[in-house]
């Protein structure tokens, strides 16, 4: 692993991140108890860096998306987070992790209006309805990487930062598959997504998770994806 940076940025000029959920959570809270067999060891360990990091910075706002995401998925957040800062010296800002069913359905209700009320499709994208975001298994995101660059995904904001290109040469798109995380720049089309990445390497599909969160009858991004260790 290569040396961390020797400089200590601080989180205070972050963009605060604020959900209705969340909006009392402090900078550091604990996330739930990591309890699925699928989580690696090597994966706990780089979360429990991220934890122990004084230097890493925007843990302010990473806190409440943190709370509010599966827990084996936090843990791979934070192993992609940790790595992008100590190998690239590169920093996140997290923009959403949960969608919550109510939140799900007001999006679709908004689409649909826009519809009704003549609005053109190709203008807007449909908010999806097998997103792993409804499981708090999924993040978007912006980096500033060391030399002050910010990759985003729309063209007109971000120019050619907003490229794949420039996302693979960055090192981001490595990092967060090395911690086998999905992204959503392989995409085509409205439908690419630079910042996103998602689970579904290790969680499988969103109907297999669908499932298990009704047949365990629980807060979506709270499902168990698999028993806990015996030891």
Known sequence: MSQKPTTQPTDSQAPKVTTCEASQVSDHTDVPPIVSAKT??????LAQLYDESTTLPNKSNHAPELL?????FAAHMKAFMYNVWDNLGA????NNVYRTPTKSNAMIAKYKKYIADGGDPRNKV???????????MAMDFNPT???GTLLGKSSKSYGK???PKAWIDSGIVA???SVNLYWGGVWTGNSYDPIHFDFRNVAGTSASVKSLVKQQNVEPNRVILSPPPTS
Do not use: C, E, V
């Open 40 to 45: 690696p060891k090597d994966i706990i360990q």
């Open 68 to 72: 509010l995401a599966h827990p084996d």
């Open 91 to 94: 920093k996140i800002i997290i």
């Open 126 to 136: 449909r908010p999806s309805t097998t997103s792993f975001h409804l499981y708090g």
């Open 145 to 147: 990487l060391k030399d």
């Open 161 to 163: 930062n907003s490229l």
């Open 175 to 177: 990092q967060g598959q």
